[in-house]
């Protein structure tokens, strides 16, 4: 915020609004980075890593940012990121689409770890269904 301010306004002006606005509560950086955080989980899943790049990107301090992200599980973050994705991968054999959704998963900051066995499980889910 105090950098957007500082586009149109001086320096004592801009921290004059983001005091102000911090003081009515209406600047919260914690409050901003949980709803990132459960906005993400839903809607665009990613590793913790990445959302924690992003807040930080957004200005929010480290430790505001690994506050928000207290808890995340990780292999669930890439199972939902997966599960947009295996569709798309359908007909593949089992190799292809583990080496695949693997590569998407990374794309989206997971770890091989957590790529691969997220992979491997959205295989075994996709058969099943």
């Known amino acids: 915020m105090r950098r957007r301010l500082r586009r149109d306004f001086s320096e004592a002006v801009a921290e004059a609004m983001v005091s102000r606005l911090r003081s ?3 600047l919260n950086d914690a ?3 949980r709803q990132w955080r459960e906005s993400r989980e839903k809607h665009k899943p990613r590793s913790g890593r990445m959302i924690g790049q ?3 990107q957004a200005g929010v301090s480290r ?3 690994k506050e928000a992200l207290e808890g995340l599980d990780e292999e669930e973050m890439a199972l939902r990121a997966g599960r947009k994705q295996v569709r798309k991968l359908a007909g593949e054999g089992e190799r292809t689409f583990v080496e695949k959704m693997g590569q ?3 794309r989206r900051g997971f770890g091989y ?3 691969l066995r997220a992979a491997r499980r959205l295989w075994l ?3 099943a269904s």
Do not use: Q, W
């Open 24 to 26: 009515e509560g209406l």
């Open 31 to 33: 409050a901003f980075a």
């Open 54 to 56: 992003e807040l930080r």
């Open 63 to 65: 430790e505001v940012a």
């Open 104 to 106: 998407h998963l990374i």
């Open 113 to 115: 770890g957590v790529a």
């Open 125 to 127: 889910e996709a058969g």
